[in-house]
């Protein structure tokens, strides 16, 4: 080029970057004007039928009934304290994790700093409590209620009938997929006939089969079976003690936490130990002794932390004690049987992506079958299981609204409900949307906090 002539500069429409943000921004911008055009559409047409928009219809009264209620805290000074307290604990333990992590001392590598980690989040809380106990009021969903407790309790059905799902479904399924590898010929084919069978039945048919052909066929209350001293079984559900709250409840809670840091100092030292010296000492005896030997302790000083309140027939029912209802227990039953299949083969899968050298390794250090599967193949099957068991408590979850079948009034059951009667389908609907959101959102991030911490630490 001769010197002097003017440098050639291509055209700024030709920078690839600049085009790649003009078309996210043209993309954004239509998306955001076909949402406010379709929000005003909707606006002018819920008008138009004379339709209010907005959420004061939650504090109207509903009218209906729900079949199972639990006593819902009320936002008074109690429970708003025990609240903060564990909000704030919960926060004091997260800003600790940070420092510790930064100084490349995880938290938890101590069994002093999680000796402060549960007092924060269990021991501060329940001080709270304790304390405030005689100013914490609880409100119970009656037909005079408002819209916005029913649909609380509907959440609170939800969460329950989930978490029971989700401990049984992974037990399980857990179960079944060692069961899958076992060298028993009848084991092993008892396993695989489980999975194969119940993975290829839709699950609202399994859940209509647990109501229908199994709990609705029981016996009637007078000839109730008898499964364990007060403890019956009918078509009416399963009736069981209930437990009431003493004076010595609170000690024995202490007693336990601290049976529990207990419990888990002496596996750290116990661990140490082994890896300083080589000599094993023993750890789960111990531990079961502080676990049981401290809360006894402490309910034979201080009295009883609570009483049994037994279920009794009288005329065409029982009265007392406390009740499983035939379509919670149908759900349950459904959604744990169903999705622990599916962790069942997540199990052995992940079994399976465990080198065969480990076992044999492990064996020829002289451990047992029992620690062998505890000890070395089921910590690494993890980094494996973890991430497609988040997806399996995800889709139990979503898949509880399957309850409206059999008339359980989980959140959907009741949304719809209230959605007929107010007429606020799009209040109702998005509040729905809304939780379910930030239930899964919820699971996958406790998920993959655990994910990350069983994962190996590349170097």
């Known amino acids: 080029m001769a010197e002097g002539a003017p440098i050639s500069r291509s055209a700024i429409w030709r920078n690839a970057q600049v085009r790649a943000v003009f078309y996210q921004a043209v993309v954004l911008a239509g998306a955001v004007g076909a949402g406010f055009v379709i929000f005003q559409n909707t606006l002018t047409n819920l008008r138009q039928r004379g339709i ?11 009218g209906f009934g729900i079949a199972e209620v639990v006593p819902i805290p009320r936002l008074e000074g109690g429970f708003l304290a025990f609240m903060a307290a564990a909000l704030g604990g919960l926060l ?7 420092v510790a992590g930064r100084r490349r001392r995880p938290l938890w590598s101590s069994g002093w700093g999680m000796a402060a980690s549960l007092a924060l989040l269990l021991l501060l809380p329940g001080a709270v409590l304790y304390v405030t106990h005689g100013t914490i009021r609880t409100e119970t969903y009656t037909e005079q209620s408002t819209y916005g407790t029913a649909l609380i309790v509907g959440l609170i059905n939800t969460v329950l009938v989930s978490l029971v799902s989700c401990v049984l479904a992974t037990v399980l399924g857990l ?11 009848l084991v092993r084919r008892f396993a695989t006939l489980y999975v194969e069978v119940v993975r290829n039945i839709p699950l609202l048919l399994q859940i209509v089969f647990w109501y229908f052909a199994v709990i609705q066929t029981l016996p009637s209350v007078r000839q109730s079976i008898v499964v364990a001293p007060n403890v019956f079984l009918n078509n009416r559900g399963v009736y069981l003690p209930r437990p009431e709250a003493e004076a010595g409840l609170a000690p024995m809670l202490l007693a336990l936490f601290l049976a529990v840091i207990a419990a888990m100092l002496w596996t750290r030292h116990a661990r140490a130990e082994r890896d300083r010296t080589g000599r094993q000492l023993p750890v789960v005896l111990p531990a079961l002794g502080m676990l049981i030997g401290l809360p006894a302790l402490s309910g034979l000083v201080l009295g009883a932390p609570f009483t049994l309140a037994h279920p009794e027939l009288r005329g065409f029912n029982f009265q007392g004690g406390m009740v499983l209802t035939p379509e919670y227990t149908a759900l349950v039953l459904g959604l744990s049987v169903f999705h622990g299949s599916y962790i069942a083969e997540i199990v052995r899968s992940g079994i399976e992506a465990v080198s065969k050298g480990q076992r044999e390794a492990a064996q020829a250090l002289g451990l047992r079958g029992g620690h062998v599967m505890r000890l070395v193949i089921l910590p690494q099957a993890l980094r494996v299981i973890i991430p497609p068991q988040t997806s399996q408590y995800l889709s139990l ?8 079948a059999i008339a359980y009034p989980e959140l959907v059951s009741v949304a719809g409900t209230t959605l007929n009667q107010s007429g606020q389908a799009i209040e109702v609907i998005g509040i729905t949307m809304a939780v379910y959101l930030t239930i899964s959102l919820l699971i996958s991030m406790g998920m993959n906090w655990y994910n990350a911490r069983v994962q190996l630490v590349q170097r």
């Open 52 to 62: 209010s928009s907005g959420f004061g219809f939650l504090r109207n009264e509903a």
């Open 92 to 98: 004091v333990v997260i800003l600790l994790a940070w």
């Open 175 to 185: 179960l079944i997929g060692i069961a899958r590898l076992s060298s028993n010929f």
């Open 397 to 404: 979850t979503k898949n509880s609204s399957l309850g409206v």
